[in-house]
């Protein structure tokens, strides 16, 4: 089946004398939102030419593995990690190449090699880029994000070395456990009072906060790293009280900000995301965005930007089948989930421990936690609860109709 809802373009990459290369469909970006976009675009549209331009050094790979996985399984490697995107979609995948602009009027993008390609359809997969502190520029301070970063982190840990770890949110948290696990002597800086208090209901934090300690990582409660300086033995960061702590690396784990500036550059509506519509098509009818960057209408809890694995995998496969001709709409409500040790968890909606909060303990460990706003149930933490997933997003859509009473015991 040929792509027939693309516009006519040439052959894959095909270029006359003056004309641009030119592509069915263009993902910018190489990571697994645009996995599932390509590999979704080829199964729709097998003749469809696809193109993704990523600044990357790797073909797309399984990223929450990074701060997990590959750290505690030792029969799991890199190159079980890899996704295979090459193979299952046919897509032409172009590393360590950034897009540097996009004209709509003219359906083409640059890159930085000094390329121009043309598009019928394009996907802005572009994620988001890793909060950073200010610290040396140095080899041994890693803003956590990529598989080059985990490979650096590997190489500056293990052998009793010290590494502070800045954030006490899911990636701090998971490289700290991960760290710990591999011979390393690991301090973790939060700005919480109790590690995870700001996301778990106190009760629970309590319990987070006792593995990691049980675990021996040196915990740095209620403070911020400020700054850092480093020098041939080593780094010292400088704390908010004044304090300092000296490591042989850095692992920052702060969160990130969406990589909105090629959106915002081409005139496409931008707030938190690029904003897109519930088929993912952004303000041009031929541009899509999916995955950490974009801000979708969710059926159940509203507009909103998930920065979640579940929600790059599910839209970027809608939004693949959509730029080939499918007329769905992404009605999926992500949930989101880590591991540390023998602590698993899930949730789905918004987790924030200044709203009010239900505890619902099971025992045995497991409990499930109802977040409520402006008297509706805002969010789902599914503590060592599994299977659950579906009965949380039914609270969720439920919303206001629940009477708090009726929620302990509902999962
Ligand atoms: C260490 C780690 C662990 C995680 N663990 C979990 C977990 O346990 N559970 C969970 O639900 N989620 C987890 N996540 C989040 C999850 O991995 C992300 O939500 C998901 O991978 C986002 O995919 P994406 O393709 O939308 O964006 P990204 O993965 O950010 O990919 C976007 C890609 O586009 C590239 N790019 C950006 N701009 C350009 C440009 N102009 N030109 C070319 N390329 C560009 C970026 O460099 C990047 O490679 C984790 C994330 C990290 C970093």
Not at 270 to 299: H, K, M, N, Q, W
Not at 329 to 347: C, K, L, M, N, W
């Amino acid at each position: 089946m040929t792509d027939s809802n693309a516009p006519d373009t040439a052959a894959p990459g095909a270029r006359t004398a003056d004309a641009p290369e030119a592509y069915d469909h263009v993902v910018v970006g190489g990571g697994m939102t645009a996995d599932a976009a390509v590999t979704a675009i080829h199964e729709a549209a097998p003749d469809a030419t696809v193109l993704v331009v990523s600044d990357d050094v790797d073909e797309p790979y399984t990223r929450p593995a990074l701060s997990k996985k590959l750290w505690i399984d030792p029969d799991y490697s890199e190159a079980d990690n890899d996704l295979g995107t090459r193979e299952a979609s046919g897509a032409e995948i172009r590393l360590r190449t950034r897009v540097t602009g996009i004209d709509r009027a003219a359906r083409t993008l640059t890159t930085d090699d000094g390329r121009t390609v043309s598009w019928g359809r394009l996907l802005l997969a572009t994620g988001g880029s890793p909060t950073r502190l200010d610290l040396p520029d140095d080899d041994r301070v890693v803003h956590f994000r990529t598989a080059a970063d985990y490979r650096r982190l590997r190489s500056l840990s293990g052998g009793g070395r010290h590494v502070v770890v800045v954030g006490g949110s899911y990636i701090g948290t998971e490289l700290a456990a991960a760290l710990v696990q591999n011979d390393t002597r690991v301090t973790l800086v939060t700005p919480d009072d109790v590690l995870g208090g700001s996301v778990f209901p106190a009760e629970i934090a309590t319990r987070f906060q006792a593995a990691f300690e049980e675990a021996g990582v040196a915990l740095v409660r209620g403070r911020r790293v400020e700054r850092g300086t480093a020098s041939d033995t080593g780094l010292r960061l400088e704390l908010d009280d004044g304090s300092a702590l000296d490591a042989d690396a850095v692992a920052v784990g702060l969160g990130i900000a969406p990589s909105t500036e090629l959106a915002e550059a081409a005139g496409l509506e931008v707030e938190d995301g690029i904003v897109v519509d519930a088929s993912l098509r952004t303000s041009d009818p031929d541009v899509f965005a999916a995955g950490d960057v974009a801000s979708y209408p969710d059926r159940i809890l509203g507009r909103r930007r998930v920065e979640h694995v579940d929600n790059a995998k599910e839209q970027g496969a809608v939004v693949g089948r959509v730029m080939a001709g499918s007329t769905e709409q992404y009605g999926h409500t992500p949930y989101y989930y880590s591991r540390v040790f023998d602590i698993s968890y899930e949730a789905v909606g918004t987790l924030d421990a200044s709203l009010e909060t239900i505890v619902d303990d099971e025992g045995d460990g497991a409990a499930v936690a109802y977040y409520l706003a402006d008297g509706a149930v805002a969010g789902v933490l599914l503590w060592n609860v599994e299977g659950a997933r579906d009965a949380a997003r039914a609270v969720l859509a439920e919303g206001a109709d629940l009477s708090r009473d009726g929620l302990v015991g509902r999962i």
